[in-house]
């Protein structure tokens, strides 16, 4: 009984994974042309020989303070929040969001190498991989499922709806 009430919770966090997931692998290719863009390719050139001299223990440091600037940021997003700014605070948040995990990926792709030299970061590295593959096994059939409802396709009561709300539509935009 508790497994099912945990399923719903199970998907969510599937979900918010596979969010962070596909923001990480879009933002990545973004991230290079903006370094294409401006001289960052310089940057991430001199980032890269200065890694290579470092221990695994010191890399790990370089990946993990380009995010402390960041923070201050989401806290300004959070007052604006509490104070009713709720697009400003939804703008501030997302662009948080994303300089936070462009830059993460940026920092990643140079100290990846190193980082993976450290037995317990590679096994880590590994689990959010399995659990990356996990979360889009589980969620998976949901979105086949939101596609066939989409579709319109089948012989359920949601298929039925929408086919009528398509017709609806439909009559509404040619009585204008």
């Given at each position: 009984?508790?497994?099912?009430?945990?399923?719903?919770?199970?998907?969510?966090?599937?979900?918010?994974?596979?969010?962070?997931?596909?923001?990480?692998?879009?933002?990545?290719?973004?991230?290079?042309?903006?370094?294409?863009?401006?001289?960052?390719?310089?940057?991430?050139?001199?980032?890269?020989?200065?890694?290579?001299?470092?221990?695994?223990?010191?890399?790990?440091?370089?990946?993990?303070?380009?995010?402390?600037?960041?923070?201050?940021?989401?806290?300004?997003?959070?007052?604006?929040?509490?104070?009713?700014?709720?697009?400003?605070?939804?703008?501030?948040?997302?662009?948080?969001?994303?300089?936070?995990?462009?830059?993460?990926?940026?920092?990643?792709?140079?100290?990846?190498?190193?980082?993976?030299?450290?037995?317990?970061?590679?096994?880590?590295?590994e689990l959010v991989?399995?659990?990356?593959?996990?979360?889009?096994?589980?969620?998976?059939?949901?979105?086949?499922?939101?596609?066939?409802?989409?579709?319109?396709?089948?012989?359920?009561?949601s298929a039925r709806?929408?086919?009528?709300?398509?017709?609806?539509?439909?009559?509404?935009?040619?009585?204008?």
């Open positions: 009984m508790l497994r099912r009430f945990l399923q719903p919770v199970w998907v969510l966090l599937a979900i918010i994974f596979l969010i962070e997931a596909w923001l990480w692998d879009h933002c990545e290719p973004i991230v290079a042309r903006v370094v294409a863009l401006i001289p960052l390719a310089r940057f991430k050139q001199w980032l890269s020989e200065r890694v290579d001299a470092l221990s695994p223990a010191m890399t790990l440091i370089v990946f993990a303070v380009p995010i402390i600037p960041l923070f201050p940021l989401k806290l300004v997003g959070l007052w604006l929040l509490a104070h009713e700014y709720w697009t400003s605070a939804v703008f501030t948040i997302l662009f948080a969001k994303m300089v936070g995990v462009g830059v993460t990926a940026f920092v990643f792709d140079v100290t990846r190498d190193k980082l993976l030299e450290m037995h317990w970061f590679e096994q880590l590295y991989l399995r659990l990356r593959a996990k979360a889009t096994e589980l969620v998976e059939p949901i979105k086949g499922r939101i596609r066939e409802l989409v579709k319109g396709n089948g012989e359920g009561w709806t929408l086919r009528l709300i398509q017709r609806f539509r439909k009559s509404v935009h040619e009585a204008r």
